[in-house]
């Protein structure tokens, strides 16, 4: 059954730092490039990151430049998503999605065909 996984989400004080993990498994994460979106309650799911299959290409929404950093390790099956300077402004659930390609083209949700289930971010003293 293919699979993505969110995890690594949890309460951290502004300022602080989390990695996300989003797992893949039933399929194998090399031929497609893979973003991050988050949505805060009452608002749209937004873009925050993308990796490309190969992990050459990468983009960042405006708001987590310099802050997150995408990666990914294709032989764990595995996309990484390490935020750091958390702001409350980055509270939200947490999802990783597949493209529908090998590369990064914006953050059109309609262009991704499967998600994980979220993970939590919550920024607060």
């Known amino acids: 059954q293919l699979q993505l996984v969110e995890s690594g989400g949890g309460l951290v004080q502004p300022g602080g730092s989390l990695r996300l993990s989003c797992a893949a498994s039933?399929?194998?994460?090399?031929?497609?490039?893979i973003g991050w979106f988050r949505q805060a309650p009452g608002k749209e799911r937004e873009g925050v990151s993308c990796i490309s299959s190969g992990g050459a290409s990468t983009n960042y929404a405006d708001s987590v430049k310099g802050r997150f950093t995408i990666s990914r390790d294709n032989y764990k099956n595995t996309v990484y998503l390490k935020m750091n300077s958390l702001k409350p402004e980055d509270t939200a659930v947490y999802y990783c999605?597949?493209?529908?390609?090998?590369?990064?083209?914006?953050?059109?949700?309609?262009?991704?065909?499967?998600w994980g289930q979220g993970t939590q971010v919550t920024v607060s003293s």
């Open positions: 999605g597949r493209r529908r390609a090998s590369y990064c083209s914006g953050y059109v949700r309609g262009e991704y065909d499967y």
């Open positions: 039933g399929f194998t994460l090399d031929y497609y490039a």
